[in-house]
């Protein structure tokens, strides 16, 4: 398990949101980590949410607010298909968590509108864009929690 935890003093607005984000975005792949088939893609709840599709989907979520990736179909985004493997699942979250990343690094002032989004009109900020995956990434770990303890017991982070 990594300890990514934000800095707590002596960093700018940035890498506070960011270490914000990295330390929800290591609970996710923590949380998945040991996990086997089938469980892993087994949806714990009746609304069909996994362990996997939590990954797939915010997965997505970064790439469209990151890397201006649209998806044709967000409800897909919830269901890995059979032929998506966990492994491959993984390296395409931590991938686009990279790409992110650098994204947020080149941004020199978080209060204008990213122009980067694949939908028309005027972006958020980049501070709202941190703010607002925290807070998606947030509660995608607490159901992967959740999902986590339904499967073989473990709790915390």
């Not at 493997?85 to 650098?102: G, W």
Request: hydrophobic share 35%.
């Amino acid at each position: 398990m990594a300890d990514t935890r934000p800095p707590r003093t002596g960093a700018d607005e940035a890498s506070t949101l960011l270490g914000f984000l990295d330390y929800l975005r290591d609970a996710i792949t923590d949380k998945v980590t040991g996990v086997q088939e089938p469980q892993i893609r087994t949806a714990g709840v009746p609304s069909g949410t996994s362990l996997l599709g939590l990954v797939k989907h915010l997965t997505a979520v970064e790439r469209f607010w990151f890397l201006g990736e649209d998806s044709d179909d967000w409800a897909a985004t919830m269901r890995p298909t059979p032929d998506e493997s966990t492994e491959q699942l993984l390296a395409d979250y931590r991938n686009a968590v990279e790409q992110a990343n650098e994204v947020v690094r080149a941004c020199a002032d978080l209060s204008r509108p990213v122009r980067h989004l694949p939908r028309p009109g005027s972006g958020p900020s980049m501070r709202w864009i941190l703010t607002h995956l925290i807070e998606e990434t947030g509660r995608h770990a607490g159901h992967a929690d959740i999902l986590r303890e339904q499967i073989d017991g473990t709790t915390g982070r």
